[in-house]
């Protein structure tokens, strides 16, 4: 129980700005079913967390992480198509809504080579730049 709340607080802090749940039990559900069906370990999360591996050196199976945590909250498409008019949707009337938008403006076009590297692309793009969305 303890990890599985780790890896959802880690995965919820890298996609907050795009991923929200309706509900801390379905976010956890979501992460749960994303990082069993990757393969993702806890010494995975927190090797990304803590920095020791290179955002170039990510393994795909992280990167589809990332992506299937965004396709099943409904923010990105299986083809890797960010779906921004449905977050700007979601948080039309959140507190954070100028957060979200900015983020979206600033991290929402990034492309990888694939749909994994694209949704991991994103993630990074909001780590590194989250604090200038505030």
Excluded: W
Aim: proline share 1%.
């Amino acid at each position: 129980m303890r990890t599985t709340l780790a890896l959802t607080l880690l995965l919820g802090c890298l996609t907050a700005n795009f991923v929200r749940a309706t509900d801390d039990k379905n976010t956890a559900e979501i992460v749960k079913k994303c990082l069993a069906e990757f393969g993702v370990t806890e010494q995975d999360i927190l090797d990304l967390k803590e920095d020791k591996v290179k955002p170039e050196d990510v393994k795909d199976n992280m990167k589809c992480t990332a992506q299937c945590v965004m396709v099943a909250s409904g923010y990105m498409d299986a083809n890797g198509n960010l779906l921004s008019d449905k977050i700007k949707e979601q948080y039309a009337n959140h507190p954070k809504k100028d957060t979200v938008y900015k983020a979206l403006e600033v991290c929402g076009g990034e492309k990888g080579e694939n749909a994994c590297d694209t949704a991991f692309q994103i993630v990074s793009c909001v780590k590194t730049n989250g604090h200038s969305f505030e």
